[in-house]
């Protein structure tokens, strides 16, 4: 099929390339022009695990190509996704400006049948929204498409490539079994299509990462009890998620969730409640939690050095908001080293991969934070260490080394991946989280 996809950012970008990897002849575009420059040179801007090799082999094959002209893509695609920004507002409504705009814009480019695609999240409504705008700039037929995506940022590609369901919201016949055709290839194995009407679409993907936060949740709030007895979280994680009712998935506590989705759709949904008039309760609890949890691990620490922790060096292991990705969107490094600057600190920071996004974004606000390629070099003279981001470079630990490097033995383990037991052995303070 001929796709077009409008932005390139994350789901955009990931998009086009694996419906391209696919057999598809496609054309991204965006307005950023020294972005799309860098793309067709096979830069991906992103950091994504294996994005940057298909993004390069399918522009040799030709079956992706990048533009700024709105009209090229509407008028040469027959199927365009909407992959654009929808940010949170301050009061956690979403911001449709740019998916609104676009389509006032695209209505008089289209030059016969399309299917235009929300890939955005965006709250429930959206489609009518978009199908009314078009339908004041075109006479053309179209039909407006609901396809939320569930990609996990550090394994985006396979799961768009492999994915666990696809969710298509319309009420057109054509529209759903044109979707059905162009994801059929990636369903080869068996059938995980799910057609629904838009709306229900449009809420399935804040249900799905309001139901995953809640579990995080949960699990956090089960871990500071767990201090409070003198339980085990770790082992009532094991004992939890051994109940096939449960599941092991998202059982894992430590400082909070962060990232581009989680967040914003929590709050996004609670906004779509209240405007409905519904008391959503429990999801306000969730983001409380989560405001919460992302500054426990400063609480342990400033409890232990009794307050005073002015001129002292802490090591940062990890910035962005999970492994494999570069996003530092809502990540808890964030609070955490915003803390310890206020109260006087300095912190030496390491990321294998958001070192360059940190310094871009936060280095003006953030001046007390020397960055580090070396996670041990960044340990010399460190009066503690705050493992945020369990990344694998991160866990096999040389306990040896680190006890040569640091002033102070002191390890806060914001993930629960080192063995107490072992750093207690070896003379240092082990904090982590419900244990």
Known sequence: MKLGIIGTGYVGLVSGVCFAENGNDVI????????????????????????????????????????????????????????????????????????????????????????????????????????????????????????????????????????????????????????????????????????????SSELTKYAANSMLALRISFMNELANLSERVKADIHMVRVGVGSDPRIGNSFLFPGIGYGGSCFPKDVKGLIKTAEEYEYDFKILKTIDEINIKQKTILVDKLLKHFKGNIKGKIFTVWGLSYKPRTDDLR???????????????????????????NFKLLYGNKFKGVKLFKDNYSALKNSDGLILVTEWTEFRRIDIDKMKKLMKTKVVFDGRNIYNPKLLKAAGFKYYGIGR
């Open 28 to 199: 991204c575009m965006d307005v950023d022009e020294k972005k799309i420059e860098k793309l067709k040179t096979g830069d991906p801007v992103i950091y994504e695990p294996q994005l940057a090799e298909l993004l390069t082999k399918n522009i040799e094959e030709g079956r992706v190509t990048f533009s700024t002209s709105l009209k090229d893509v509407v008028q040469q695609s027959d199927v365009i996704f909407l992959c654009l920004p929808t940010p949170p507002f301050e009061d956690g409504s979403v911001d449709l400006t740019r998916v609104l705009d676009v389509s006032q814009k695209m209505a008089k480019y289209i030059n016969g049948y399309k299917v235009i695609v929300s890939k955005s999240t965006v709250p429930v409504g959206t489609c009518a929204k978009i199908k009314q705008i078009i339908s004041k700039g075109t006479k053309k037929k179209f039909d407006v498409v609901s396809n939320p995506e569930f990609l996990k940022e550090g394994a985006a590609v396979s799961d768009f490539m492999s994915p666990d369901r696809v969710v298509v919201g319309t009420g057109s016949a054509k529209a759903g079994e044109i979707m059905r055709e162009l994801y059929s290839s990636f369903m080869r194995v068996s059938e995980r299509f799910i057609l629904m009407d838009e709306r």
């Open 330 to 356: 809502e990540a808890p490094s964030l609070t955490i080293i915003e803390r310890l600057l206020n109260a006087g600190a300095k912190v030496n920071a390491c990321d294998p991969a958001a070192n360059e």
